[in-house]
């Protein structure tokens, strides 16, 4: 289920599909990105700001992207599992395939009524 998270929530993002991404995140999400060894963007504390710098991000993009989340494996503090897993993030403009970058996301999760998030 947690594997089914961390791909809706890629699929949302490339589908620019705000309700089904907004629902992937706790009300108190705290989001955080460092992209090509750059500087520490965030934090972005709730679902309200995550969402905000999301579909910023969206509305300048003129690609199509594609967020490729692979090798997902799992770093438990407790009872709360974290999950770690690589990015490949592709695009494709004008009929061309780019690779856009490539990461590693550390996430922490929690089960809510039967639904796993990114808290």
Known sequence: ?????????AYAYDERDEAMLADCFTEDASFSMRIAGG???????????IMGLMTGAMAEQTDVRRHVVSNIFFENEGEQPKPISN?????????????????VYRDTVVNQSGTWRIS
């Open 1 to 9: 289920m947690i594997n089914e998270l961390l791909a809706r929530w």
């Open 39 to 49: 500087d520490l963007v965030g934090p972005f504390e709730g679902r309200e700001a």
């Open 87 to 103: 990015l490949t993030l592709m695009a494709t403009e004008n009929g061309e395939i780019q690779l856009l970058a490539a990461g």
